[in-house]
């Protein structure tokens, strides 16, 4: 189920609002029908420019990550646009699992927009360790934010799930449709099932309240100000931890598992930008997978010499096959995202590999690990 | 295992004031349902707004169960759920989150849960069985609440793997009987037969049957189903859910049990079908082969004698039912 509809049906629900002046713009001037957005076409109409002329965009979870990227995008590579407020939260402003708190920095803000990447997140075995922690946690920080988007009256709000939550039984390549065609991996199935309600919830708003509210299905995503905690972080940032350890030690890399499971890596900045995208043109309430193709699916192990090469690894490398594999495979069509951006090209993976590589190191100390 | 439990039990019951739970309060009082040892509580929404954290933890530490049947959830029929699927979504998850945790604070042994069939996915085969729940979409009319039933087997099986919890479920087909919610526009199909029936047969009008007739239910009296749900909180220790249901060869067209509902009214006037009206979904066949492997003597009440009872309450009680 998708909503292109344009913003004329949403002019009827702003205009009996306050202050904004994009929204007391929108009431007057969008009296009839405004078209729908075509695919890959970058025209907007009057209403639409003005209310993308005005936006107070929320990021949740703005510190981490994906946050981190988004930030770098906007103000080191000149990603905001024109009448753009940008504002990143981060836990010391609120305890998104406490409605009130929640509530509260929602009302300060008052944004128009919302990019919600904040969660309970953590690797494979953190999930089998907590599953109701992570079901309940997530379950609590989407609804407060949610809820709280919807009752400030911001028109977007993109929500960010994961290919890990994908049926576990399935054909591939995955693709935006299949999401709830069957339980997921059970390693992390209070995570996952947590993510996928998120789409749930979106489809019910639009139901209820026309709110175009979506959401983004990363895959693996890797980058600098990740968690490079090698016992709860996820698998790229832990190679290179583990490999600048070792190399210090003059010790093998240990990789955990066969290194055969493959995975689907995308640069933390290329999504940043993707997100952006998401964020001011992509209209529909169904979920968009933001990947590289599927050809680019590489295995641990080829990912593990991807890390040796980068950060010139100079021991042996070793797979500890008694350690879990997790799920095998996850691979994700990116055929809907390249239908609507046929020209978006991704940072090459050895480059990208080679800058975060390159800032672990410049930062070590600081990193979070 | 707890011996000691299964001879001190306080079981907190909650939506006890609805169909459900009037017929566990009636097996317990009037039939001797109860046994030595057990101590029952029956909450209604006077007690304690479950939407409401503070409130249900207050209620659950005043009472402290060992075991809890969970009853209590915002439901409606066709009309209702297409209208507000985001709050049958929201207040839902709400209430059963805080129920489940409010019942692991106060160390409750046992939590069984109600689902429903009507929450299995829309495209599947038939019979449908309790390894299905999760196996693709619900029917779209109702999203909102099959995906907060769905979740409430999700969060039992997280307390068991975090916490070694036995909370588990049920899954009765339609459920009918006295005290249900007769109302022609909210409710669900038997007992709007029945109430349209009833007024029809005053009128001296037809009795317009919604939909073609064609599609198919399998009907489970409420009183069965407190029988087998009192089975459920003492003696099925599986996390996994329990289809409480007749079996499939029991399954009956609207039309048939728009005759049944005739036969038990003694209903004279004629019966006629608005094709124009929504059927819903075609079937949602549930198989009973696993209840019937614990119970294979269970005996169902006949369908005409359940029916029969529960015209003849609604009759007596016209005044006071809900509609």
Not at 251 to 261: A, F, I, M, R, Y
Not at 263 to 280: E, H, K, N, T
Request: proline content about 4%; hydrophobic content about 35%.
């Amino acid at each position: 189920m998708h909503c292109t509809r344009g913003l004329g049906q949403h002019s009827s629900q702003h205009a009996s609002l306050a202050s904004s002046l994009h929204r007391t713009r929108l009431a007057r001037k969008c009296s009839s029908k405004v078209a729908a957005f075509t695919l890959g076409n970058s025209r907007f109409s009057t209403s639409e420019l003005l209310l993308h002329a005005q936006k107070r965009v929320l990021v949740t979870g703005g510190s981490g990550l994906v946050g981190r990227a988004i930030q770098h995008v906007i103000n080191e590579e000149g990603g905001g646009k024109d009448g753009e407020e940008w504002i990143f939260l981060s836990s010391k402003d609120a305890d998104l699992m406490n409605k009130e708190e929640t509530q509260a920095v929602f009302q300060k803000h008052k944004p128009t927009h919302v990019i919600h990447l904040a969660a309970m997140v953590g690797g494979l075995f953190k999930n089998m360790r907590v599953n109701l922690d992570f079901w309940r946690n997530n379950i609590y920080i989407n609804d407060n934010v949610l809820q709280a988007a919807h009752e400030v009256d911001a028109v977007k709000v993109v929500s960010c799930l994961s290919t890990c939550i994908f049926p576990d039984k399935t054909t591939y390549p995955i693709d935006e449709t299949m999401i709830h065609n069957g339980p997921p991996h059970a390693s992390n199935f209070g995570y996952s099932y947590a993510k996928r309600m998120i789409d749930v919830h979106n489809r019910a708003y639009f139901e209820q309240y026309g709110r175009s509210y979506t959401s983004v299905i990363p895959t693996n995503v890797f980058g600098p100000h990740d968690n490079f905690n090698i016992e709860d972080g996820h698998v790229l940032p832990g190679l290179i931890h583990k490999a600048y350890r070792a190399q210090k030690e003059g010790k093998p890399l240990v990789v955990w598992g066969s290194g055969t499971p493959r995975r689907q890596f995308i640069y933390s900045l290329d999504l940043a930008r993707l997100v952006l995208w998401v964020v001011r043109d992509y209209n529909e309430v169904e979920p968009i997978i933001l990947s590289v193709g599927e050809e680019e699916e590489v295995s641990i192990k080829e990912a593990a010499e991807a890390v040796v090469r980068a950060l010139d690894f100079k021991e042996e490398v070793v797979y500890d096959t008694d350690k879990s594999d997790g799920q095998f495979k996850k691979t994700a069509s990116n055929a809907k995202l390249m239908r609507y951006l046929p020209n978006f090209a991704f940072t090459p993976f050895e480059k990208a590999l080679k800058e975060t590589c390159d800032w672990f190191v410049a930062n070590y100390d600081n990193a979070r690990k």
